[in-house]
């Protein structure tokens, strides 16, 4: 079975622009997680996602958006960047909420990307 | 508020040595905890998780230990090899206000040959 795919791997941008990440989750995992790994934050939730409606969200300002698709394939969109966005965007896929019981609730990474910001 | 937070940032220890990585964690609500495995370039991998009807499970060279009345995970490794130098970070689940995992800061682990 694939695993979790994130596009693109790598990407620059500049001050004041907006960028559009994808994730792909396992196939048949409808919760979708991204978070935002930075050396001195660690990694941080900004928002799950689960049968196209978002299901919980982190503390990051509104410039941080995201949606799902019905299948269940991810984006995440930041507006306006600024310098300290640039970090590893991680996506994770889980079977939450389709089943009962704490196993499902592991979460599979993607390869993340790596956004910089100049 | 709720945290998780790892004692110690960096180990290092000698290949074939067993590596102890601890964990704390202060939401007594979370049912259930996970160990991921980063290497450089990568996200985090699945090691093991433990529910905290559990105190242990094993797994391959893994153990993971979950001690609810002092709120402390710890992720033992048997044997350890020069492939697991990775940052290990631990991760609990807490069902209130949705499916909500909280990742510690991470231990760097060195192996050295």
């Known amino acids: 079975k694939a695993g979790v795919t994130q596009t693109p791997r790598y990407l620059i941008k500049t001050r004041g622009q907006q960028v559009t990440l994808s994730c792909s989750p396992i196939?048949?995992?409808?919760?979708v997680s991204w978070y935002q790994q930075t050396p001195g934050q660690g990694l941080q939730f900004l928002f799950e996602y689960f049968s196209e409606t978002q299901r919980n969200k982190g503390n990051f300002p509104g410039r941080f958006s995201g949606r799902q698709f019905s299948n269940s394939r991810s984006e995440m969109n930041v507006s306006t960047l600024e310098l300290g966005d640039s970090a590893l965007y991680l996506c994770?896929?889980?079977?939450?909420?389709?089943?009962?019981?704490?196993?499902?609730?592991?979460?599979?990474f993607g390869p993340g990307t790596r956004l910089t910001v100049l | 508020g709720e945290s998780v937070g790892l004692h110690l940032p960096t180990l290092s220890v000698q290949e074939g040595d067993n590596s102890i990585i601890n964990c704390a964690y202060s939401?007594?609500?979370?049912?259930?905890f996970i160990w991921y495995k980063q290497e450089s370039g990568k996200g985090p991998q699945f090691i093991i998780d433990?529910?905290?009807?559990?105190d242990k499970r094993q797994g391959q060279r893994v153990t993971v230990l979950l001690n609810k009345t002092v709120k402390h995970l710890s992720l033992q490794i048997a044997a350890t090899q020069p492939g697991d130098s990775a940052v290990y970070f631990c991760?609990?689940?807490?069902?209130?206000?949705?499916?909500?995992?909280?990742f510690g800061a991470g231990t760097r682990l060195f192996v050295k040959a």
């Open positions: 939401n007594s609500a979370s049912d259930y």
């Open positions: 991760a609990e689940n807490n069902r209130a206000g949705g499916f909500k995992t909280i």
């Open positions: 994770a896929s889980s079977l939450r909420g389709t089943s009962g019981g704490p196993s499902t609730d592991t979460q599979y």
């Open positions: 196939s048949g995992h409808r919760s």
């Open positions: 433990i529910r905290s009807n559990m």
